[in-house]
């Protein structure tokens, strides 16, 4: 049965960091690759960043050298660091495959929330 555990989240003024986390099961965990995705208010959910099974990354163009994604295989666990953040970043911020898991599976996500 797959799972999608986020954590991390929180309230933070602009300019602050936050490091979110996410434990996986259920999937081939080294095998896949992963997304963090967000969802705004009012927004369609988006993808930020995603890293293959074998370290490659990709960054949304809003978030390039400010977030970095990063996984650890032998916990199944996948990171997202974000430095310099705005109140734009502002959403709930879920992980997942890349694309997303066959059948709409979605974890419960973990807030972000960026003041001025």
């Known amino acids: 049965q797959v799972r999608l555990v986020e954590s991390g989240g929180g309230l933070v003024q602009a300019g602050g960091s936050l490091r979110l986390s996410c434990a996986a099961s259920?999937?081939?965990?080294?095998?896949?690759?992963m997304g963090w995705y967000r969802q705004a208010p009012g927004k369609q959910r988006e993808l930020v960043a995603h890293?293959?099974?074998?370290?490659?990354?990709n960054y949304l163009d809003s978030v390039k050298g400010r977030f970095t994604i990063s996984r650890d295989n032998a916990k199944n666990m996948v990171y997202l660091q974000m430095n310099s953040l705005k109140p734009e970043d502002t959403a709930v911020y879920y992980c997942?495959?890349?694309?997303?898991?066959?059948?709409?599976?979605w974890g419960q996500g973990t807030q972000v929330t960026v003041s001025l």
């Open positions: 890293i293959f099974s074998g370290g490659t990354t």
């Open positions: 997942n495959t890349q694309p997303p898991i066959f059948g709409g599976y």
């Open positions: 259920g999937i081939i965990f080294r095998l896949s690759t």
